[in-house]
């Protein structure tokens, strides 16, 4: 068993576990973060996805023991207290998201994307996305909340 | 003036928790529940000869382990047949556990509950389960054919076999009208295996209470309602003693309606026996190899038809694989053979199936439920007649559409409700109006020439369907104000990310005139609503909306009534406006519907100001009377149901542009348009989002996805890497257009959206690559590698004009 430190969306949350402990399982199971989901445990949907030191990493890939010490932000993490962040409005406004299971992955991917490309273009945005998988929204409404997201920000400033 | 909701793109409901990861599916409950993990057979068919445990009860954090044999009365007998047919003859299910003989890889053997789901898997690891091999059934002419069984006692793997036919009006069966017909076509269609595959697997979660001696149960159903019952049986529980909720649930589209799975009824036995918490949560192997699929069919065809490409006869022979077991029945293969008729006249038809045991996962519905296989079939008709005559495929579909007056239309055939098959309303000539313009349909010719002249193949395709959607035998709505002036909805089928929270919202913010931000609704959840039948076959919205609609309707006659008396008016001067009940036309003479809601409720304790004006010392009614009147109930609030004569019929049709890549035989879909008509849209957002979806899925159908099966019956790519589901790269962006029919059926007229977008996608596909590249395609899905080899056998065989040489 191994004392694991994280800095999950800020705060620094402790869980002793086995090295086999999948960061996916540490955050549902070991500090009670539902909001990351597991589409398939083998890396391929992305439901999973959370930012490592601001990178989107897949988190049933990873090995909660191996990202002692760093920074992790989940979908719960993307708001500002109350205020749903530019991307998560983006989302609910352009009809993004169906059943919501995927959600988190493609919030997380986003946020990240947007990050480094404030006003992506329309091939760069399906680029950005393309990792994902959604079995509800056909993806059309996907690539229009990031387009909208996009948008938001550049209104509302850094 | 009222409040008008219905109709409106409204923002959903739903969307504020989940985009902050706030939902609760169901693996997000039950923080402290034991985990359940199966040892499941790695083999297609074999007999258990033995099951040994010693290595494993050793592991720490081991609860237990469980076989059949261990199983009580009632859970060790076979799963229920959910929809018995008297043409399923030879009908079988599954044992909760394994008995004897598996007849899948991935039928569960042996059930471990432990401290967590890492250690339940190492205790599976530990399990040594020994079999005696039997020869495996695999491919629906092999299970035809050969000599082997699935099932002993199933002689030729068949478990049902039905006919339907409907004569020509002169009294002539239909293949004596094919083959006194002007000309005939015939040939053999392949549909290939696919599945739902929702983000989230299936799961379940029980808590018993040994106190109440209750037991509440969360599953990731389409049905919560009907799991209750089947727990409530299985365990020998009091219904009332069961609860059974869906929570948020990852995705249903078929797969969860099917019920009791094996897990509905372990889990909440162990937890009752263990009295303890338990979970099972179904990972993304388990959901290949345990759960369903569906679509693999063989269709042979013969068609008669005129100079002008009517049909005047259709004899379609379907064999359907329906896997190893028949839990749903024979829906899905009753679905094809009826809806296969489409928006046409089709002069005389005869269909017969045969549904077919093999050594593989069971077949039920998936979104769609076997009308795909059914519009490829036809669809594919249509455009070997217009090869064949040299006409417009879209002239041959115009030539045999039902014409909007001669609506309703009896095809003379029994759906899949029992019910006769009688199209309520439509309009499809305007629709393909409307979709040959969306396409530019008329301009094609010419844009594909210009693509030739550069080199490039370019085709198009087009495919119609009619959908029976919203069958019964009913739903119910219970609508409540409260003395807050809130609104509290419930109805009992569930949710799978449809948006149900915000149409059925709309729909009683519109019926009551109160403003939507009072309204709650509450889905799947027994402990609010006990009698329902569950979310499929495009129903919720006709259903669920109805029997809501009706019941706020209640609700509103009540509320006027008692504020007329309380306005000294009378109730048909009355209406509800932004949550006041005033006189039409003074708004001034008002009272709020909460004070309604408190005045409904005679009272002899105040609890609050507003209570106090329901006391009995308070109130000013006639002494002659009793305080709640003959005939009358306390409180504002009503249920009503909603139970249809039969299905209503939404109606489409998609046209697509696709090129191939000469080199590569890669395939692009350039344009893909859509003509939806689903009756009076609630949420002309929402509709759009099922038809994208839906398009996105008859995308994968088309061309990545199935279920790769060897001889064996090992599925080859049972994950996400081999399995192709389409990501956004593999989606074109999809133009739609709406026509509104209304159906005269229900008060709202409206009919279902859900499974539209995917049930012509193959079709539309098969028709473009066909124009494309000059070869007849005859199966689905197709990848480049089959259009590669497809290219190469034709060339061999010289056989580019194909189409007209078939005769």
């Known amino acids: 068993m191994h004392d694991v430190t994280l800095v999950v969306n800020g705060v620094p949350r402790h869980a002793r576990v086995p090295a086999r402990r999948l960061l996916s399982d540490f955050l549902r199971h070991d500090i009670g973060l539902t909001g990351t989901h597991v589409g398939c445990e083998h890396g391929v949907c992305g439901a999973c996805t959370v930012l490592l030191d601001g990178r989107p990493v897949r988190a049933c890939l990873t090995f909660a023991v191996s990202v002692a010490g760093h920074e992790v932000t989940t979908v719960e993490g993307l708001a500002d207290g109350d205020r749903l962040s530019p991307v998560q409005r983006a989302f609910a406004e352009c009809h993004g998201l169906q059943c919501g299971f995927c959600t988190p992955g493609f919030l997380t991917t986003v946020t990240a994307f947007l990050r480094e490309n404030p006003a992506p273009a329309d091939d760069e945005v399906v680029e950005a996305v393309a990792g994902n998988l959604c079995r509800c929204t056909g993806y059309q409404n996907i690539v229009k909340s990031v387009h909208r997201a996009a948008e938001l920000m550049a209104e509302e400033g850094p | ?807």
């Not at chain 2, 979970?279 to 063989?298: I, L």
């Not at chain 2, 344009?671 to 689903?678: G, I, K, P, S, T």
Request: some cysteine.
């Open chain 2, 1 to 807: 003036m009222t409040t008008r909701l219905f109709g409106e793109p409204v923002r959903r409901r739903e969307d504020a928790r989940l985009v902050a990861g706030n939902g609760r599916y169901l693996d997000d409950l039950g923080a402290d529940a034991l985990a359940v993990a199966f040892v499941r057979s790695p083999h297609a068919h074999a007999r258990i000869t033995g099951i040994d445990v010693d290595d494993a009860v050793d592991v720490e954090g081991l609860v237990a382990i469980y076989t059949w044999e261990d199983l009580p009365e009632g859970v060790r007998e076979p799963l229920p047949l959910l929809i018995p047919h008297p043409a399923l003859t030879h009908g079988r299910t599954a044992y909760c556990l394994a008995k004897d003989v598996v007849r899948h890889v991935g039928e569960p053997i042996v059930m471990v509950v432990a401290a967590d789901r890492y250690i339940a898997e190492d205790v599976c690891e530990r399990i040594h389960v020994s079999y005696e091999f039997l020869k495996p059934v695999v491919g629906l002419e092999n299970a035809v054919e050969g000599p082997n069984l699935v099932h002993d006692d199933v002689p030729g793997n068949v478990g049902a076999h039905m006919v339907q036919e409907v004569a020509h009006r002169d009294g002539r069966a239909a293949r004596d009208v094919i083959a006194a017909a002007p000309h005939t076509l015939e040939f053999r269609l392949d549909i290939e295996r696919s599945a739902c595959m929702p983000m989230e697997g299936k799961g379940v979660y029980a808590r018993w209470d040994a106190d109440d001696r209750s037991l509440r149960v969360y599953s990731s159903t389409q049905t919560s309602t009907s799991v209750r019952m089947a727990i409530a049986a299985k365990l020998g529980l009091p219904l009332p003693k069961v609860e059974v909720i869906a929570p948020d649930v990852g995705g249903g589209f078929g797969v969860k309606i099917v019920h009791p799975w094996p897990e509905e009824i372990l889990v909440p036995w162990a937890a009752r026996l263990l009295n303890r918490e338990v979970k099972w949560t179904e990972d993304r192997r388990e959901h290949f190899v345990s759960s369903a699929h569906e679509r693999a069919q063989v269709q042979h065809v013969k068609v008669g038809f005129d100079d002008e490409g009517r049909v005047l006869g259709l004899d379609v022979e379907i064999l359907h694989d329906h896997g190893a077991y028949t839990p749903y029945g024979i829906i899905v293969p009753i679905i094809t053979s009826t809806q296969l008729l489409g928006p046409y006249k089709i002069g005389s038809y005869r269909v017969e199936f045969f549904s077919v045991y093999t050594n593989t996962v069971q077949v039920t519905p998936y979104r769609g439920a076997g009308r795909p296989q059914g519009v490829f079939c036809m669809e594919r008709t249509m455009d070997k007649i217009a090869q064949y005559l040299g006409k417009d495929r879209t002239d041959v579909r115009a030539a045999n559409f039902i014409q909007p007056d001669e609506f309703p239309y009896d095809q003379q055939m029994i759906f899949q409700d029992g019910r006769p098959l009688i199209y309520d309303s439509g309009d499809y000539p305007a629709s393909l109006r409307k979709l040959k313009d969306l396409i530019g349909w008329d301009d094609f010719p010419a844009m594909q020439a210009e693509a030739a002249a550069e080199g490039r193949r370019i085709g198009i395709g087009v495919g119609c369907y009619v959908e029976g959607t919203g069958v019964g035998p009913y739903e119910g709505g219970h609508v409540q104000v409260t003395s807050d002036g809130r609104v509290h909805v419930s109805t009992g089928l569930t949710s799978q990310g449809q948006g149900h929270e915000t149409v059925f919202a709309q729909i009683a913010a519109t019926e009551l005139g109160v403003p939507i931000e009072k309204v709650s609704v509450v889905t799947g959840d027994t402990r609010r609503f006990g009698y329902a039948v569950g979310t499929f076959a495009s129903r919720a919205a006709v259903m669920s909306g109805n029997a809501i609609a009706l019941a706020c309707r209640k609700v509103k006659e009540k509320a006027l009534r008692i504020a007329a008396d309380a306005l000294e008016a009378d109730p048909a001067d009355l209406e509800i406006t932004d949550g006041m009940v005033h006189v039409v036309g003074a708004p001034s003479a008002s009272i709020p519907l909460a004070t309604v809601a408190v005045l409904s409720n005679p009272l002899r304790y105040a609890f609050d100001e507003e209570a106090k004006r329901a006391t009995q010392f308070a109130t000013s009614g006639s002494m002659d009377r009793p305080p709640v009147a003959e005939g009358q109930e306390p409180g504002l609030e009503g249920k009503d149901y909603y139970s249809p004569v039969r299905s209503t019929f939404a109606s489409g049709m998609h046209a697509a542009i696709v090129e191939t890549d000469p080199d590569t035989a890669e395939i692009r879909i350039l344009r893909y348009a859509v003509v939806h008509d689903c009756g009076k849209m609630i949420n002309p957002m929402l509709v759009e989002g099922q038809i994208h979806g839906g398009v996105a899925q008859g995308v994968g159908g088309a061309l990545y996805e199935k279920m790769a099966y060897d001889e064996y019956g090992q599925l080859l790519n049972a994950s996400f890497m081999d399995f192709l589901m389409p990501y956004v790269t593999e989606i074109p962006r999809i133009e739609t257009d709406h026509l509104e029919t209304p159906s005269p059926l229900n008060p709202l007229g409206i009919k279902g959206a859900g499974e539209a977008g995917v049930i012509p996608v193959s079709a539309v596909i098969a028709g473009a690559v066909e124009d494309a590249e000059k070869i007849v395609i005859d199966r689905m899905p197709i990848s480049p590698s089959d259009l590669y080899a497809l290219r190469d056998s034709s060339r061999t065989s010289g056989a580019v004009s194909l189409l007209r040489n078939t005769q």
